[in-house]
């Protein structure tokens, strides 16, 4: 019994000396020292030994339970300081290493642009509509009096879901949405993306960005048109900004226009932004057509009103001076980062 119990003591000594954390301290200690710890177990046998070995034994076994106790707290001790010691050498401050840097990210030049544009509008009055990018077919062409032959209809120009669903090509449906949904008087903007199955070169891409514009209410001419689409000009180009109107054809416009303006850069002389020509195309426009206005449930005879559409990334690209539409997409952040 004496040698059992000093070998147990043994084995219990090499336990705590391989513990090398606190957490697992105590286990040691629950299986030498706890109700069915091996030192306990031991000693339950007692009962077997002679009147003269009992207190022999009995003297060891305390003893051994004492050394192994000690030895715990020994342990635990030793092992709380090298725990310190290591939050201290992890918490402290190296003040001779770079500090860390935060970068701080800037918005995207085409969200400065449709910014810029919802500031504009929203000053004059419009509020913001929003509309699907996956379109019925119907609100991208029919709604709008696209023929049914009308060769932007082709698949070859379109991305269609199925027959009757398409990803929209322009944003001009949100226009029926609005016009269907809600009652004249009507002035909202809508900018978002857009889908054309073109190739990707330094001019095209097949999703791109437009802004559609619908002003209705009663007695709207022409005139408004003018003079709401040139004032936009002059708060998106400057004060002295100048415009031109040029007859065009949209089927859901009667009569149709594009709008250029004088050349930011060089004010109108030609220069490369321009093409050398002065001016600047910008946009399409028009006074709703009637068969629109019919189609959409407002009565032609009582209201009027006008439309515009605009190309986003091109604006962008003649504002900033970039060449290559592909940059607006590519998210290389050292192409994006000049835009702080
Ligand atoms: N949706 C036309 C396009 O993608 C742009 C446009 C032109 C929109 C005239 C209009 C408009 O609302 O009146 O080319």
């Not at 009652?183 to 857009?194: A, D, F, M, N, T």
């Not at 054309?196 to 791109?208: G, L, M, N, W």
């Not at 690209?317 to 970039?322: D, E, H, Q, R």
């Given at each position: ?21 606190l957490k ?39 003893e ?40 701080a ?10 910014n ?40 070859q120009?379109?991305?269609y ?7 929209r ?13 809600q ?12 889908y ?13 960005h ?16 003018k ?20 007859p065009?054809q ?24 321009c ?18 206005l ?9 209201y ?7 190309g986003?990334?091109?604006?962008t ?6 060449t ?15 835009f702080?």
């Open positions: 019994m004496e040698l059992e119990l000093k070998q147990l003591r043994d084995r219990c000594l090499t336990d705590l000396n391989d513990v090398e954390e697992t301290l105590d286990n040691v200690r629950i299986k030498y020292l706890g109700k069915k710890g091996e030192l306990t177990i031991a000693l339950k046998g007692m009962g077997k030994l002679s009147s003269e070995e009992r207190p022999i034994i009995g003297k060891l076994a305390n051994i339970r004492e050394e192994i106790e000690n030895n715990i707290s020994a342990q635990k001790q030793l092992l709380e300081h090298k725990e310190i010691e290591a939050q201290i050498r992890e918490e402290s401050i190296d003040v001779s290493l770079p500090g860390k840097k935060h970068l990210g800037n918005l995207h030049p085409l969200t400065t642009t449709v810029e544009l919802k500031e504009i509008f929203l000053g004059m009055g419009f509020s913001i509509a929003e509309g699907p990018e996956i379109e019925w077919a119907k609100y991208n062409f029919d709604y709008l009096n696209v023929p049914q032959d009308h060769s932007a209809r082709d698949l120009d379109t991305f879901y199925q027959d009757d669903i398409v990803l090509t322009q944003t001009s449906p949100v226009q029926v949405r609005v016009m269907q949904e009652k004249p008087p009507l002035r909202i903007i809508s900018p978002g993306r857009v054309r199955c073109d190739e990707i070169d330094a001019t095209h891409s097949p999703v791109f437009q802004m559609e514009g619908l002003v209705i209410d009663k007695g709207i001419t022409m005139s408004d048109l003079g709401t689409l040139d004032l936009f000009a002059k708060k998106l180009f400057g004060e002295q900004t100048k415009t031109k109107f040029r065009h949209f089927y859901f416009t009667e009569p149709s226009a594009e709008m250029d303006v004088t050349c930011f850069k060089c004010g109108g002389v030609g220069c490369k932004v093409s050398n020509t002065g001016w600047i195309e910008i946009l399409g426009c028009g006074m709703v057509h009637p068969n629109v019919r189609l959409c449930g407002i009565d032609p005879d009582e009027s009103g006008f439309a515009f559409g605009m986003l990334d091109r604006i690209l003649t504002k900033y001076g970039i290559d539409l592909r940059l607006l997409f590519e998210n290389d952040l050292r192409f994006l980062a000049q702080k």
